[in-house]
C-alpha cells in the first residue's frame, strides 16, 4: 500500500510540476494607442465671394453637396502619428481620395497647396514615388457606403512639423502609386481646414 500511495503522490507532483512549467506567465498586453483627439469638424459650404472662407468647402456641389458633414482627428504616441477622416452626407457607394495639405482651405481647391510630406520632394507638383506615398504623406481614401458615409484612416511613424500641416482635402478618386502620377487622386472636391 505504501508503494501505491507513494507512487500516487509523486504522479501528482510530477504532474503539477509539468503544469507549473508548461503555463506562461501572464504577459501584458500592449499598451493601447491613444483615441483619436478631435481637431475640426463642420458642415461643408460654397466658397466665400470675399473675405474669410468657412472652415469646411465644397468645390464640386454634384460630388460633395453643400451641408456634407466633414470631421478629422488624429492621435501621436511614441513619435507616430495616427489620422481620421470622417465623411457623411457624400454620395453612396463612391471611392474618394484625400490628403493632408500644407495650408489652410480657400476660396479655390489650390489654395490649400502640396500635400503634406514628411520628407519634402524638392520638385512640385510632387509624383514621385519615393516621396508621394502612403509612408511619406497622410492618404485618407475612403470609400462611402449606401449612406454616404465613410472613415479613411492613416498610420505612419512620424509626427507632423509644427505649423505644416492645415487641411485635409478630399479628392475625386483614391491616390495614384503609379510612377509618374504617385499621389494624384483627381480633382480637389472639398476642403476642411484642419491645423494637425
Known sequence: MRTTVATL????????????CSSTP?????PAAPAIKPIAETSVAAPAATGDQPKGITY????????AKLSTGSSVANGQTSVELTVSGLLPNTQYGAHVHTKPCGAKGADAGPHY???????????????ANAEN???????????????????????????????????????????????TAGDRLACLTAGF
Open 117 to 131: 510630406q514628411n520628407e519634402k520632394d524638392p520638385v512640385s507638383p510632387s509624383v514621385d514615388s519615393k516621396y
Open 26 to 30: 501572464d504577459t501584458p498586453a500592449p
Open 9 to 20: 503522490v509523486g504522479a501528482v507532483l510530477l504532474a503539477g510540476g509539468l503544469a507549473a
Open 137 to 183: 504623406e497622410i492618404w485618407l481614401d475612403f470609400t462611402t457606403d449606401a449612406s454616404g458615409t465613410a472613415t479613411g484612416k492613416a498610420g505612419v511613424k512620424w509626427e507632423f512639423r509644427k505649423g505644416e500641416a492645415n487641411s485635409v482635402i478630399v479628392h475625386a478618386t483614391h491616390s495614384s502609386t503609379e510612377h509618374g502620377k504617385a499621389g
Open 60 to 67: 464640386d456641389v454634384a460630388r460633395i453637396p453643400v451641408g
